[in-house]
């Protein structure tokens, strides 16, 4: 039973994983991506060490969960994540979006799925031992355990979903104590800025631009 929460915990942690780092820093996960091909062959290094026999075991079990349809899953989530951010701070036009379009089908081309599965098999090998790879793949054979590995990826995406909810609430209380507090500082603040302040500044620079055509003197 240890074995399984201790699983449990892997599961989750490896989806949230990939969808807060692009949510994160969006720019820099596409900048990750693009180093995967240096590091394939450290990642395929990495797995030399493990046992034969017991990686073979590793890789029946991730097959069981589902384990690269999860890594698949994460990563298209969290380009999308990187598409929204990055189309927030890029003209809203045809050139803005031609530049989104040719990241995204750059970064898509970039993730390499298939080393960061073999890269979950080093993990999987870190956390346990061959018993209780065995002992899983019992658990994950029997029908509950295939409900359990078909359910994790939407009690995943629920989770993320009431996390995202609960902390944009509170972020907004947070501001609105904070002007509350502090009378005339950061009274102008507000949260996710992103477009709005782009075309702000497109505003603010055409305004200029147009009083002093007006006015050149």
């Known amino acids: 039973m240890k074995a399984l929460l201790a699983l449990t915990v892997i599961y989750i942690g490896t989806f949230f994983a990939v969808i807060q780092g692009s949510s994160q820093h969006s720019v820099k996960a596409a900048q990750q991506a693009s180093a995967s091909v240096s590091g394939g062959t450290a990642a395929a290094q990495s797995n030399v060490s493990i046992d034969p026999l017991k990686e073979a075991d590793i890789r029946s079990l991730m097959e069981l969960l589902g384990a690269r349809d999860l890594v698949g899953e994460g990563a ?10 990055l189309r927030s701070t890029v003209p809203n036009n045809d050139t803005g979006q031609a530049f989104v379009n040719t990241f995204t089908t750059s970064y898509r081309k970039k993730f390499d799925a298939d ?20 002992g899983l793949l019992q658990f994950y054979g029997s029908p509950l355990g295939q409900k359990v590995a078909m359910e994790m990826p939407k009690i995943g995406r629920e989770t993320q979903a009431a996390v995202r909810v609960a902390s944009g ?21 507000r949260l996710g800025m992103g477009q709005g302040r782009w075309q702000q500044r497109r505003g603010q620079a055409t305004h200029e631009q147009t009083a002093q055509q007006q006015d050149p003197e």
């Open 115 to 134: 080393q960061v599965t073999d890269e979950l098999a080093s993990i999987y090998d870190k956390h346990f031992t061959e018993d209780e790879i065995k």
């Open 169 to 189: 609430k509170a972020a907004r209380e947070a501001l609105a104590e904070a002007k509350q507090e502090n009378p005339g500082v950061g009274q102008a603040a």
């Open 76 to 85: 298209s989530n969290a380009i999308e994540q990187a598409r929204e951010r």
